[in-house]
């Protein structure tokens, strides 16, 4: 069964200051998704990693994707209020069904 | 304006009534999917559809059903809801399984 392992649940971070945020799978998959939820609302998307070594960069977040090692991270560039919010990895299974992780919620701090 | 939409937004059942979410998109996408978010859970996807006539179960799809009769909506269907399908349920869709999804505004489910 495909697990879908984020860490941490739970990131403070201090304005300025850069962070990663670490999406773990556990079988081969070379499709893998960053969605962000704000608190009360949907999700809305922000990066789809689609092969090995798959770089995107949207402003302070960057993503990458390392499909040997099973790994992605979502990289964030001195941190700012407005990216508070809980951060999704999901991972294609096979036949495009969706393994979500459990979220890491990140607080940014003056 | 491109979107996906949900109905009803909240909705207070009893156990054992039968009740129906739908799901309609805008955007001519041939995938969509449903999901639900539980606290520590993440989302766990239900049922999806890659076409018309053409769904697939998720992770977790018992008790619940789906249909796909047009290629727009994508009604979410609990014959016998129980306390345990109490949750947030997000309806979604993309153009191509693969590609970004696109997210209803989600339903809050709470079953007595």
């Known amino acids: 069964e495909l697990k879908v392992e984020q860490n941490p649940l739970f990131l403070s971070m201090q304005e300025g200051k850069n962070y990663t945020i670490y999406c773990n799978y556990s079988t081969t998959s070379d499709r893998l998704y960053w969605y962000r939820q704000d608190p009360g609302k949907s999700l809305e998307s922000l990066f789809v990693?689609?092969?090995?070594?798959a770089v995107k960069q949207e402003g302070r977040l960057m993503a990458s994707l390392d499909t040997k090692a099973r790994l992605s991270t979502l990289h964030i560039t001195a941190a700012v209020h407005d990216l508070s919010a809980t951060y999704f990895c999901?991972?294609?299974?096979?036949?495009?069904?969706?393994?979500f992780g459990a979220g890491t919620t990140v607080t940014v701090r003056a | 304006e491109a979107q996906v939409t949900q109905n009803p937004r909240y909705l207070i059942t009893v156990t054992g009534k039968k009740l129906t979410v739908t799901c309609s998109q805008n955007m001519n996408h041939e995938y969509m999917s449903w999901y639900r978010q539980d606290p520590g859970l993440g989302l766990r996807q239900i049922y999806y559809?890659?076409?018309?006539?053409?769904?697939d179960k998720g992770d977790v799809p018992e008790g619940y059903k789906v249909s796909r009769k047009e290629k727009r909506n994508f009604p979410l269907i609990l014959e016998s809801p129980s306390p345990n399908q109490t949750s947030l349920y997000f309806c979604?869709?993309?153009?191509?399984?693969?590609?970004?999804?696109?997210f209803g505004p989600g339903t809050r489910l709470t079953v007595l």
């Open positions: 990693l689609l092969s090995n070594g």
């Open positions: 999901a991972v294609d299974m096979g036949d495009y069904k969706l393994s």
């Open positions: 559809s890659m076409n018309v006539e053409v769904t």
């Open positions: 979604a869709s993309s153009l191509l399984p693969y590609n970004e999804q696109f």
